[in-house]
């Protein structure tokens, strides 16, 4: 495989940056599922390290709170052996007016090699791996509404593990659409990986416009739109939106939209439920449902950090693959003309 | 990769001689050692294969490493996706360990699965065991026994295919690293 352009990729077309799955192949997703199939058992071990990222530094950049993805980001590179700095960038000097292209050039003088970032605007990953730091591995732990790729990558390895063939899959997405990060690059990677049957179920105001445009189908009654599917995907609620006009009220959504015992009976048998948490019972997911045999809420946790070496150890590889290679062919040093 | 050639070594042809030749040996390192009740650990895959016959001749508790997160090539060579679990179902404190490979070239793979042994505890030793060595060392890591030593070209390599009947035979990279 060799690579015509995507940043995320090495010229060998070898991941360098994990930024979304938008623009891999099916290929390329299948590797990181296998690798993270690999790191699941590492995490039953006793000894749950292994050296390969032994004297790599990861520096954690979290410009936006989130303690789950942050504390798994954070186990997946301490189990991998790596060196790991994690930056509460509001405490840090950015709060005394340091911009964020000094404090990462900062960072990298330290010799990082690899920057875990979460940022409220979309497209902040890309940007420094396109403009700041290329030779620094850049993994996008979620910017703004754009993209989560981690934890859409651990939904898809929570699918495979207890489903299996994606081809033959039906999974509806259920919620929040409009402002979820995730439900985008699980559309994506569902499309990536050869789902055909993929249903987004939620209210008008929380649906994008367009959005069948990406080969999906829209549904704004609960009752059909998981009818017979084998995987529930229930988004988060987040409550800050309760306020505002996308919403009546919480308890009109769960009325709507929340998945309960009964409601779960329209879909298969042997559906499986997953949600990305932090869970607002009774708001999306009735107790019963989040607890019960068909949950994998906590399943996604232990994927989650088996998924995250997966990434982090290929994209350090391709890095130290791209540095190598550039290390010893001479025609990549430039040299200025001879007068 | 090239034909398959065995002329330079027809011991290569009886594999199954080979082995008989490694198990005396291991008899006798067990004997002069005095090397209590050995666990045998295999390493993924040509390894696994030959220290299957060795717990079975021993009647000896049998694990498996696979040592793919613990190469020092990792950086150059990248990540295999499909790493086949290690499993090791006995406890290795103070007991005295065969570490079984089919073939020792460089000793890096030794090398690595020393280090994740040592993950899993503290043995009272560990002998190494291997079918055939080659002639490439880069580390100062032998075997105490070993039923062939080989001395290979350039872009020579022996490989052992299996697992049910253990074949042993040179082949060649065009493109060897």
């Keep these: 495989m060799t690579n015509s352009g995507n940043l995320q990729l090495t010229a060998n077309g070898e991941l360098r940056h994990f930024l979304t799955p938008e623009g891999l192949d099916r290929l390329m997703l299948e590797r990181i599922l296998d690798t993270a199939d690999s790191f699941v058992v590492i995490g039953n071990q006793e000894v749950k390290k292994v050296p390969l990222l032994r004297g790599r530094t990861v520096v954690n950049l979290f410009f936006e709170n989130s303690t789950r993805t942050r504390s798994t980001f954070e186990l997946a590179a301490k189990r991998l052996s790596a060196d790991v700095l994690t930056l509460d960038i509001k405490t840090s000097a950015t709060s005394k007016g340091e911009s964020l292209l000094d404090t990462l050039q900062n960072l990298r003088a330290m010799h990082s090699d690899m920057f875990v970032v979460r940022h409220s605007d979309s497209g902040a990953a890309h940007f420094i791996a396109s403009q700041v730091t290329p030779d620094v591995a850049i993994i996008n732990a979620g910017d703004g509404r754009h993209a989560h790729p981690t934890q859409a990558m651990l939904d898809m390895l929570t699918i495979r593990r207890h489903k299996g ?57 609960m009752d059909s739109g998981i009818d017979g599917v084998d995987v529930v995907i229930m988004l988060r609620l987040q409550t800050e939106r309760m306020d505002s006009a996308f919403l009546p009220s919480a308890g009109e959504y769960f009325r709507l939209y929340g998945l309960t015992t009964e409601r779960l009976a329209q879909a298969k048998p042997d559906a499986i439920v997953m949600h990305p948490g932090p869970i607002n019972r009774g708001i999306e997911i009735e107790s019963a449902v989040a607890d019960g045999p068909q949950s994998m809420i906590l399943h996604q946790v232990g994927y989650g950090i088996a998924l995250r070496m997966a990434v982090m150890s290929m994209a350090m590889s391709g890095q130290m693959q791209q540095r190598h290679a550039k290390a010893v062919n001479p025609l990549s040093l430039k040299r200025e003309p001879q007068p | 990769m090239g034909a398959t050639q065995t002329l330079h070594y027809p011991e290569l042809a009886d594999t199954p001689a080979l082995v008989n030749n490694l198990l005396d040996q291991i008899d006798q390192l067990i004997f002069t050692q005095k090397l209590d009740q050995p666990l045998v650990i295999g390493i993924h895959t040509g390894g696994v294969w030959v220290a299957k016959v060795i717990a079975q001749h021993l009647q000896a508790p049998l694990g498996q490493l696979d040592i793919a997160f613990y190469r020092d090539d990792f950086s150059k060579n990248g990540l295999h996706p499909q790493v086949s679990p290690s499993s090791l179902p006995f406890n290795i404190n103070d007991r005295h360990v065969l570490l079984v490979d089919d073939v020792l070239m460089s000793g890096r793979t030794i090398r690595a699965a020393m280090n994740e042994l040592f993950d899993f505890g503290r043995p009272a030793s560990i002998k190494l065991i291997t079918l055939c060595s080659v002639n490439q060392r880069e580390l100062p890591i032998q075997a105490d026994a070993c039923a062939l030593s080989l001395d290979l070209e350039a872009g020579q390599y022996i490989q052992l295919q299996g697992p049910d009947t253990l074949k042993l035979s040179i082949i060649e990279h065009a493109n060897h690293d």
């Design chain 1, 165 to 221: 063939n994606f081809e033959s899959l039906s999974v509806a997405i259920v919620g929040d659409i409009l402002h979820s990060r995730v439900a985008r690059d699980q559309v994506h990677a569902l499309k990536i990986l050869g789902c055909s049957d993929i249903r987004l179920v939620g209210p008008n105001t929380l649906m994008p416009q367009a959005i069948t445009s990406m080969g999906v189908t829209t549904h704004n009654n």
